[in-house]
């Protein structure tokens, strides 16, 4: 390999044009350049060039890029359905891979494709670049330091994902089982579960709440309640919406030693000056609680996401560099989404993890089998 990654682009999209600026303009470092670019669309490939003056070749056919020998990686930046297929299509013709999010609309279809990626022994990377943020960072490091205690209760509500009928009216595909495969779990929500499963890893089981265009004249999923039992014996609540405005995003985790609260940028650590348990075996004056302080968390000023992603997977390509986000894990995410939407399907039944990929698969088959939209 030459001293620079060969990045083929697939989909030049919204996503992608955001990704080709960062490499053309040097943003994802100076080791990779954009050798080709992908889409069915000829018009949409000759605007992204003359937009990024790319000399890159020009391909309509996914399989001809792979083939062509112009490329050394993958930025897969498709509709969601397509990840997979084209992630393991890469993989088979010896290609690294670096796929947007979500890793993909069902589990089977993931499963398969991590199989592929571990065979081929290339580096497979996904676009959580959440993972980058010291917000994100600082609060993963909280939870696993053991400063907070025992977990006892955790509870995310966000619900600032607000869109208009008029969103969803703006494709056929928007918002439809065809088209993308689910709502506001996979589409608003993928970089939340991450960090979700990140930060507290997957439950035992999930029972959950969708309500299918409750605010919007849409086939999916738009809002959502969903309860999860953890076997270190805490419960935790999610809850997502794009029918509320003004909406909240607020991540509240209850501990031994307080509570911490994630909310508009800021950590607050309400920090008991005992543990509540000691406090509890100790205390003999009835009415009380703990002395607590107000401990704002400091952050380090907030860093490129995107851009870092990219250089990483490039590092990990030439260097070996420790992925910060692997694409394997992708598959945590999309689990959790899944299991909440089979639970609803069950009659809003707990469901196990890892759940059963082919039942998901199958009532999900059902839903595109009769979906407005085409695939």
């Given at each position: ?60 056919s996914a399989e ?121 779990l996979l589409n ?129 390509i030439l260097d ?56």
């Open positions: 390999m030459s001293e620079k990654v060969r990045i083929g682009v697939i989909g030049v999209g919204g996503m992608a044009g955001g990704h080709i600026h960062n490499i053309t303009t040097g943003k994802a470092g100076d080791r990779c350049e954009i050798t080709a670019v992908c889409d069915t669309n000829e018009e949409r490939l000759a605007w992204v060039k003359d937009r990024f003056s790319l000399e890159a070749e020009s391909f309509t001809d890029m792979i083939r062509s020998g112009k490329v050394d990686a993958l930025l897969v930046a498709t509709p969601h359905f397509f990840h997979p297929d084209l992630a393991i299509l890469g993989f088979k013709h010896g290609l690294h891979v670096l796929i947007e999010k979500p890793a993909g609309v069902h589990t089977k279809h993931v499963r398969e494709m991590n199989a592929a990626a571990k065979a081929s022994g290339k580096v497979f990377a996904i676009m959580f670049n959440q993972r980058i943020k010291p917000f994100y960072q600082k609060l993963k490091d909280l939870v696993d330091s053991g400063d907070l205690g025992e977990i006892k209760r955790v509870q995310w509500v966000i619900t600032n994902w607000y869109r208009s009928q008029s969103y969803y009216d703006s494709g056929t595909w928007r918002a439809t089982w065809a088209g993308e495969g689910g709502g506001v608003q929500c993928p970089h939340q579960l991450d960090i979700w499963q990140w930060c507290f890893g997957l439950p035992e089981e999930v029972t959950a709440y969708c309500q299918f265009g409750k605010y919007h004249d849409i086939e999916v999923e738009d809002d959502v309640t969903a309860y999860m039992k953890y076997k270190e014996g805490y419960s935790a609540t999610f809850i997502a919406s794009t029918g509320e405005t003004p909406g909240t995003n607020r991540l509240e985790i209850a501990c031994d030693m307080g509570k911490l609260v994630a909310e508009n940028d800021t950590l607050i650590f309400w920090r008991n000056r005992k543990s509540e348990r000691k406090f509890n075996a100790e205390f003999k004056g009835g009415f009380g609680s703990p002395e607590c302080w107000k401990c704002e968390i400091p952050l380090k000023t907030d860093a490129a996401a995107h851009e870092k992603i990219v250089e990483n997977f490039v590092n990990a070996g560099e420790e992925l910060i986000a692997p694409g394997e894990e992708g598959l945590n995410s999309l689990m959790l989404s899944n299991a909440m939407l089979l639970s609803q399907w069950r009659g809003n039944q707990a469901v196990k993890l890892s759940l059963d990929d082919e039942e998901f698969h199958n009532l999900l088959q059902k839903n595109i089998d009769a979906s407005k939209a085409k695939k």
